[in-house]
């Protein structure tokens, strides 16, 4: 079993910065993608970001140079710094990991987190 813990969501001003952190746990072989998914009232979850195990990133066009992900793979953490954000960005945040589990024959799964919210308003 592995589970996906959320912090670090809440209110915050245009302009301003905000700070989420995932953590991995249960019985992990391998982490290999992690990453964060946005979900806002009447939209489709969306990639904000990912990193691979390696430390190669991947942003959504609306987040670059805002946003930054970087994780801690011997913690098996994953965190976005959001910087300057904006009303558009307000949403429920998910981490997302792509886990082999250590009884599963090497097979890769997808895990969710069960999400954060995120408030950008003045």
């Known amino acids: 079993q592995v589970q996906l813990v959320e912090s670090g969501g809440g209110l915050v001003q245009p302009g301003g910065s905000l700070r989420l952190s995932c953590a991995a746990s249960?019985?992990?072989?391998?982490?290999?993608?992690m990453g964060w998914y946005r979900q806002a009232p009447g939209k489709q979850r969306e990639l904000v970001a990912d990193?691979?195990?390696?430390?190669?990133?991947n942003y959504v066009d609306s987040v670059k140079g805002r946003f930054t992900i970087s994780r801690d793979n011997a913690k098996n953490t994953v965190s976005l710094q959001m910087n300057s954000p904006k009303p558009d960005d307000t949403a429920v945040y998910f981490c997302?990991?792509?886990?082999?589990?250590?009884?599963?024959?090497?097979?890769?799964?997808?895990?969710w987190g069960q999400g954060t919210q995120v408030t950008v308003s003045s």
């Open positions: 990193i691979t195990s390696s430390g190669r990133t």
């Open positions: 249960g019985s992990i072989f391998r982490i290999n993608a």
């Open positions: 997302n990991a792509k886990v082999i589990p250590l009884v599963s024959g090497l097979r890769e799964y997808g895990y």
